[in-house]
């Protein structure tokens, strides 16, 4: 019905269909341009929507995703390098600030218009420090959540070893 390139992340109505398929019931399987009211994009095959992103990895990885994460936080970026697969806690680490004024997550203008650094975990703030540039700043929540995201995924792997 598709075809999934991984390099481009293009997925594209497979053209050697003569007809395009339907549900049984005559109602065409079709890709959608258009997003979710959450930005991602979406594709209808046989009446029922499904995110383009995992159709890709499934098309892929021969194997339905637990949970996906975009790793540049570009929703309609499907390249298979750009996806991976996450769990739940792993993918809140790397959602976007939606109401930051410096833009970026976990970054904060103080008064004195420095930039602190802080991040949340079992529902606690844990302050990073306060530095002269947002950069600096940044740099220093993202070395935090790669080491989060390194953690979580040790437990997640001992977890699985001890379940085996």
Not at 83 to 93: D, G, I, P
Request: hydrophobic content about 30%; some cysteine.
């Amino acid at each position: 019905m598709y075809e999934y390139d991984p390099v481009s992340g293009s997925l594209t109505p497979n053209k050697s269909w003569h007809m395009p398929p339907t549900n049984g019931r005559g109602k065409p399987c079709t890709a959608n341009d258009p997003r979710d009211i959450n930005g991602y994009l979406t594709v209808t095959i046989c009446g029922k929507t499904y995110y383009a992103h995992r159709v890709a990895w499934k098309m892929f990885h021969r194997r339905e995703p637990n949970e996906l994460d975009h790793v540049n936080g570009n929703k309609a970026d499907m390249r298979i390098e750009n996806l991976r697969e996450v769990t739940h806690a792993e993918n809140m680490l790397n959602r976007r600030q939606q109401n930051s004024l410096t833009g970026v997550r976990g970054v904060y203008i103080t008064a004195g218009g420095k930039y602190r650094a802080a991040v949340g975990r079992n529902n606690k703030v844990i302050h990073l420090g306060t530095f002269a540039r947002a950069e600096d700043a940044s740099a220093a929540v993202e070395e935090f959540r790669r080491k989060r995201f390194a953690e979580l995924r040790e437990q997640a792997a001992s977890t699985t070893k001890d379940a085996a």
